[in-house]
């Protein structure tokens, strides 16, 4: 995670800041109050032993505080505003108000830390990244103008008392190494795909073709594309490829659009609304098949925080097992692939042995377990 530049002639949304692998914080680790506190002070940030697993273990034992009543919110709330003055001052509010508020995370920040740091930087037009490490504690120290105060407290007003995800608020979204524009008619993205999209990862995909190079990689699809962030980091790791990118939603796609836009891209991905392959051309053979489903099962979908219940149902739910997508995907990827093609899906939390049973007695198919920074199976290699 290179240092970010200070001053960028581009758009917020249309910024790419490389992200080098040997600083990412696994998402199984846990950053503790005083990893962020030294943070905030200026030194070095330090990954943090303290997992996720282990969080979730003492969560067993030890019974959560009660969140606090809405009026004490409020009032800590109205204090902030007349009292505090510096970007680290906001940042430190923001953090004790989301967790006081017990709001939700997961929406491209995994904790209220980063979920602070992004709305904040993002709220004062400065630079905002993928990982706490990335942000230039250069800025933190300094004061903000009256209006650069009304908007940080406006921002914050919508993320704690309206519950709005912090990327619809700031209408940017950060994947891997790239920033997109997202409002709610999207999915805010977040995939575990985009982890093999980028220049070491990729290497892990390649080793299913053999021998070829990534300008060899000719033809792509994207199911499932909300934003188009994949399919734009795909056209990006793949620079000789051409890219369908397809979503059943057209306000969706309306979305894509932008975003192809912005990393001028018209000439290489195409959108098409279709439920998964249905409109897509028959006589098309892939070399690669992206796919990030809706995976959510219906029981899952009554419990989700209200952050995720402001994005499209359709984007989320998989049916009453979370499976419903990802069945009529795996029975109809062959039909789209070219001989030595694969197919890479995301199916978080999903076991698939049972699924995949029958077609591996049907079709031969071959399925492979990536590894990614959850420390999970959450991403599969498929092929036939």
């Not at 709220?123 to 908007?151: G, M, Q, R």
Request: glycine share 6%.
């Amino acid at each position: 995670l290179r240092l970010l530049p200070l001053r960028s002639p581009l758009p917020l949304h249309k910024r790419i800041f490389p992200i080098p692998r040997k600083n990412f914080l696994n998402k199984s680790q846990k950053i503790t109050g005083t990893v962020f506190t030294s943070f905030l002070l200026g030194s070095h940030l330090k990954r943090s032993h303290f997992s996720t697993e282990k969080q979730q273990q003492l969560n067993v034992t030890r019974k959560k505080p009660s969140s606090d009543s809405p009026e004490i919110i409020k009032r800590i709330f109205e204090e902030g505003k007349k009292e505090l003055s510096t970007i680290k001052d906001f940042v430190r509010l923001a953090v004790s108000l989301f967790e006081r508020a017990e709001l939700g995370f997961g929406q491209g920040t995994k904790d209220s830390y980063a979920d602070a740091l992004f709305l904040i930087f993002g709220s004062l037009k400065l630079p905002v990244a993928s990982n706490i490490s990335d942000y230039s504690h250069l800025f933190l120290n300094s004061s903000v103008t009256s209006s650069e105060k009304e908007v940080i407290f406006s921002n914050l007003h919508k993320r704690i008392f309206s519950r709005i995800p912090s990327s619809y608020i700031l209408q940017t979204a950060m994947l891997g190494s790239y920033n997109f524009y997202v409002d709610d008619r999207v999915i805010v993205p977040r995939s575990y795909i985009a982890e093999f999209l980028e220049e070491e990862g990729v290497e892990i995909l390649l080793e299913f073709f053999g021998d070829k190079t990534p300008d060899q990689i000719l033809s792509v699809l994207d199911l499932c594309t909300g934003a188009g962030s994949l399919a734009i980091q795909a056209a990006n790791i793949f620079p000789s490829s051409l890219i369908d990118a397809v979503d059943i939603s057209q306000a969706a796609l309306d979305v894509a659009r932008i975003n192809v836009s912005l990393y001028d891209l018209e000439d290489r991905i195409k959108l098409i609304r279709s439920d998964l392959y249905a409109h897509v051309d028959p006589e098309n053979r892939y070399d690669l098949i992206l796919c990030n489903p809706p995976y959510v099962t219906k029981a899952r979908m009554e419990k989700l925080a209200d952050e995720f219940k402001k994005e499209p149902t359709v984007a989320l739910s998989g049916g009453s097992d979370g499976l419903g997508v990802i069945r009529r995907v795996l029975k109809n990827s062959k039909n789209f692939l070219r001989k030595d093609g694969i197919l890479v899906m995301e199916v978080c939390g999903h076991d698939l042995a049972d699924l995949t049973r029958d077609f591996h007695r049907d079709s031969g198919i071959k399925i492979d377990w990536l590894g990614t920074s959850s420390g999970t199976k959450d991403v599969v290699v498929v092929r036939y």
